[in-house]
């Protein structure tokens, strides 16, 4: 009778060791797809960073922007406002606003006077507020939804 005790406790404390391995198995499967998750977030949020990044830099370089830039920029448009918050949304939308304002003072700038002064004061206003709110002088405004700070363990 003693053997066949020794052999139900032996049997229980195995079939604990299954389901403790097997919950352990789950929980890290369940992080990982968690932190995958969150790396594709972190992704399609780091590319409409780098949009914004391509626009400054082909205005800064090129004085201009290219077809396939303009046209991702507005593409991108549509996910803002599901990979951020309403701060940078509003951003975007603004950076947007300037950018058309840009390229048409660009393409109309008209060469005669009195009208070449105020679309060059315009065109100066514009240059200024670009060369201040570029997106790498906003990181603090992207930061808080690209950190992986919070998610190490």
């Known amino acids: 009778m003693y053997c066949y005790e020794i052999v139900r406790w032996i049997s229980g404390l195995g079939q ?59 593409m991108k448009e549509a996910e803002v406002s599901f990979l951020f918050g309403d701060d940078v949304l509003t951003y975007y939308e603004e950076v947007g606003r300037k950018f058309q304002k840009y390229s048409r003072i660009k393409g109309n700038a008209p060469d ?26 906003k990181i603090d405004l992207f930061k808080k939804y690209m950190s992986f700070k919070q998610y190490t363990t």
Do not use: M
Not at 117 to 137: G, I, Q, T, V, Y
């Open 16 to 74: 604990l060791s299954v389901a403790a391995v097997v919950g352990w198995i789950a929980w890290r499967q369940f992080k990982t797809d968690r932190d995958r998750v969150r790396l594709q977030l972190f992704e399609k949020r780091f590319s409409v960073y780098q949009t914004l990044i391509n626009v400054f830099r082909e205005l800064t370089i090129n004085d201009n922007v290219s077809n396939k830039v303009h046209d991702e920029f507005y």
């Open 112 to 137: 005669q006077e009195p009208e070449h002064s105020r679309w060059k004061s315009e065109f100066d206003e514009l240059c200024d507020w670009l060369s201040s709110n570029a997106p790498w002088k």
